[in-house]
């Protein structure tokens, strides 16, 4: 008689609850972390689009100027999130380890580091014009986007300082206040940007400065609100994170910029290759660069939710990993990236089957021939966006493991090497034009997508594999 004959069926199918118990567990505390992450972005996408919105009515060459203010800013910016995204990392592996004191030190080092980089990050925006132009961009619009720069550029360090508190409460698994906080600021902004832009209830008209410095105010509130919920509000103030702030843990702030580098690194290559794209676009017609941005602004809305799972991913899997629990560790990673990739299939169904409304909605008419091609790449999206929610929360269980280096080197391969040569090869070598340059974005998307869940796989039974080993060692000593 064989192992497997002696296995009681009432035995197994009672193993099989517990394991079932804990796949239900696992997927509601993924949840109760996801959803105000998920929503906090959207806000942050309503209130880009609140600005829009009014400056839009200013004229087209004021919305253009905006965005491409919004280009230079963001890779500023998205050089700080990258670093600030450390930060929960760092605090979740405490968390699950019990330990208070790295906890703290964690937001402490994030918040030096924000302090460290906010004038390196403010040269960009402040410099924008002078990129623009050399860029090919006219003199009016240049000198626009640089008004609108110099309003925003003030707002990187309590921006990047709110990322950083975000990523400490949602290690301690209570997100809510940031969503809170979101939500206020939505109307808020709106009111400012209303108040500066136009130089309404006695405020003077600062144009496109105005806009940018209502922004840089509401930055300032969402980070001093952050604050107050950190030092002053359960469970956060037990903590006593500001507690000796002025002191920096420098072996901590090392291995912040080792964690939060390649993250910087990783997200510029995906934005830059995304910039790449739209200038392939512009080579081939204005046409083809209206649907694509139309398109991956349908992708940029959807991609706020797996974000948002790959944030609590991030967290799950670094407090599994605190507490050393490697079968959890598993189990985080493997239903955040189920979690999005159901998302991102139902929603990837949705936009296919409303391809053309959505594009009528942008453009007001479905027969015009941006509109078809519109329809056509948001058809050819179908694999991009799944592959898309499925890597960036990949990516985030990974960064609950500080695992970022090898990603990035994935990201290299991905992006670059296999999708942006894709795109130009399919869009002028194969004359596929647009559809071409998307189909070379979903395929490196794709490529690395499947290279982070083996990254994942491959790190998870390495843990196993040690504790199985520490286990037969301890045994073999008793």
């Known amino acids: 008689m064989t192992c497997i004959d002696k296995i009681d069926p009432a035995a197994s199918r009672a193993a099989v609850v517990p394991s079932r118990k804990l796949l239900t567990a696992e997927l509601a505390e993924t949840l109760k972390l996801a959803v105000p992450l998920a929503l906090t972005q959207l806000g942050q996408i309503a209130m880009m689009t609140t600005d829009l919105a009014f400056i839009g009515r200013l004229g087209s060459e004021n919305v253009a100027a905006a965005a491409l203010a919004h280009t230079v800013y963001f890779v500023s910016f998205t050089i700080g999130m990258g670093m600030m995204s450390a930060v929960s990392p760092l605090a979740a592996q405490a968390f699950g380890a019990r330990d208070p004191r790295v906890m703290r030190r964690a937001l402490r080092v994030g918040l030096w580091a924000g302090f ?5 990050l403010m040269a960009l925006p402040f410099h924008g014009e002078r990129i623009l132009l050399a860029l090919g961009q006219t003199q009016a619009t240049a000198h626009l986007a640089q008004q609108y720069l110099f309003g925003l550029a003030w707002g990187i360090l309590p921006a990047l300082w709110f990322i950083a508190i975000r990523g400490f409460m949602s290690a301690v698994n209570r997100p809510e206040p940031v969503l809170w906080i979101t ?10 940007v209303y108040l500066l832009l136009y130089g309404k209830w006695g405020m003077p008209e600062l144009g496109m400065f105005g806009a940018g410095l209502a922004t840089t105010i509401v930055n300032l509130g969402t980070f001093l609100a952050g604050v107050w919920f950190a030092a002053r509000r359960r469970p956060f103030r037990k903590y006593h994170v500001f507690s000796r702030v002025w002191r920096i843990d ?3 702030l090392g291995k912040l910029v080792t964690i939060g580098a390649p993250i910087s690194i ?9 910039g790449a794209a739209g200038l392939l676009m512009g080579l081939i017609s204005t046409t083809a660069l209206a649907a694509h941005q139309i398109a991956l602004q349908i992708a940029a809305i959807l991609f706020m939710v797996p974000f948002g799972v790959s944030m609590a991913a991030t967290v799950r899997v670094g407090q599994a990993v605190g507490r050393r629990d490697t079968e959890a560790v ?5 239903v955040a990236v189920a979690l999005s990739g159901v998302f991102m299939s139902i929603m990837t169904l949705a936009v296919i089957l409303a391809r053309f409304e959505i594009a009528a909605l942008f453009l007001g008419e479905a027969s015009d021939a941006t509109a078809q091609l519109t329809a056509m790449l948001l058809l050819i999206g179908a694999t991009f966006f799944i592959a898309d929610g499925v890597q960036t929360t990949t990516a985030g269980a990974l960064r609950g493991m500080h695992d970022t280096q090898v990603p990035l080197l994935f990201a290299v391969i991905s992006y670059w090497l296999i999708g942006f040569a894709a795109a130009s090869a399919l869009a002028f070598w194969a004359g596929l034009n647009a559809p071409g340059v998307w189909i070379g974005l979903s395929l490196g ?9 083996l990254r994942f796989r491959l790190l998870a ?18």
Do not use: D
């Not at 460290?116 to 390196?120: A, S």
């Not at 998307?445 to 869940?453: G, R, W």
């Not at 196993?464 to 301890?474: I, Y």
């Open 461 to 478: 039974r390495r843990l196993v594999g040690r504790r199985s080993t520490r286990s037969q060692r301890t045994e073999a000593s008793a």
């Open 330 to 334: 598993q189990r985080a990673g493997f």
């Open 183 to 192: 939500l206020a600021a939505i109307p808020a902004n709106a009111l400012m």
């Open 445 to 453: 998307t794709a490529v690395y997508a499947t290279l982070l869940i």
């Open 266 to 274: 990783a997200f510029l290559l995906e934005y830059g290759l995304f």
């Open 116 to 120: 460290f980089m906010v004038l390196p």
């Open 250 to 252: 420098w072996p901590l």
